[in-house]
C-alpha cells in the first residue's frame, strides 16, 4: 500500500503525550501539517512564556484541537477557600475545570468519573460555565500548590534537570499517583518496572533544587521513599 493510499484512508489524525519532550512534540505537531488532534496532561497554572504554552499557542493558530487530561490527578483537598470559588458555588474540583476551560486554546477535557457524584458535579460545573479571570485562576494556583500536589501535569523533565539526576522524576511521581489516587496498581507497578535502574534511582538527586524547578511544587523528598515504599 503506497504513502497516499495510507493517507487517504485516514480521516482525523492525533496523539496523546504527558511525555518530558511535549513541548517539541506539541510545536513539532504545529509545523508539519498534519495533526488534527492532541490530547495532553496540562494544568491552567503554566506562565504564558514557558515552552508548552508556547507549543500550544503554535497548535492553537493551526487549528489543531487541543484535550485536557490528567488536570486532577494528584491533587489532595485544598484547604484554602478561594473566593472566586465560593462566590460560585463551585468546588476545588469544579473550580480547576473552569480555569481550564477559561483557556480558549483547549478543546475539551478528558477527565475520568467513576461515580454518579462525579457526573454530576462535572456536568454542574459545565452549567456554570463563565470564564475565570486571570487573577482568580491565580489564587486557585496558589491554593492547589499549598495543598501538595502528588504529579505534575506539565511535567518537561526540568525537575531532574535541576536536580542532576538522570532518575525520571516527574515520572516516579507520576505512578505513584496512579498507584494512590486512581487504584490503578497494577498500571503503576508496570510503569514503575519499566524503568531502568538509572531511571528510578534518585538517591544522589538534589530533591530540593527538584522541587524549585517543578511547575507543581512536587515534594519530592516526601513522594520518593514512598516510591520506593509501594513501587520498589
Not at 487530561?69 to 491533587?75: E, I, L, P
Amino acid at each position: 500500500m503506497s504513502d497516499t493510499q495510507v493517507t487517504g484512508n485516514c480521516c482525523f489524525v492525533g496523539f496523546s503525550t504527558h511525555d518530558r519532550l511535549k513541548a517539541e512534540q506539541i510545536q513539532a505537531a504545529s509545523e508539519r501539517g498534519f495533526i488534527d488532534v492532541i490530547m495532553l496532561a496540562f494544568s491552567p497554572f503554566l506562565p504564558k512564556d514557558d515552552p508548552i504554552n508556547r507549543a500550544l499557542d503554535a497548535a492553537h493558530e493551526k487549528n489543531i484541537g487541543l484535550v485536557s487530561m490528567k488536570q486532577m490527578a494528584g491533587h489532595t483537598k485544598v484547604k484554602e477557600n478561594v473566593p472566586a470559588l465560593l462566590e460560585r458555588g463551585l468546588t476545588t474540583h469544579q473550580g480547576l475545570l473552569t480555569a481550564i476551560w477559561s483557556d480558549p486554546r483547549i478543546s475539551a477535557t478528558c477527565v475520568t468519573m467513576t461515580n454518579t457524584d462525579q457526573v454530576n458535579q462535572n456536568t454542574d460545573a459545565a452549567r456554570k460555565f463563565t470564564p475565570l479571570k486571570e487573577a482568580d485562576i491565580h489564587a486557585l494556583r496558589d491554593a492547589v500548590l499549598a495543598a501538595g500536589p502528588m504529579m505534575c501535569a506539565d511535567c518537561d523533565g526540568r525537575c531532574g534537570r535541576a536536580a542532576g539526576t538522570n532518575a525520571r522524576l516527574g515520572d516516579l511521581a507520576r505512578f505513584l499517583t496512579y498507584h494512590e489516587h486512581h487504584g490503578s496498581r497494577q498500571q503503576a507497578r508496570e510503569g514503575y518496572a519499566e524503568l531502568t535502574e538509572e531511571e528510578r534511582n534518585w538517591r544522589d538527586a538534589d530533591l530540593v533544587a527538584a522541587r524549585e524547578a517543578c511547575p507543581s511544587k512536587l515534594d519530592f523528598a516526601q513522594l520518593l521513599p514512598e516510591v520506593d515504599r509501594l513501587l520498589g
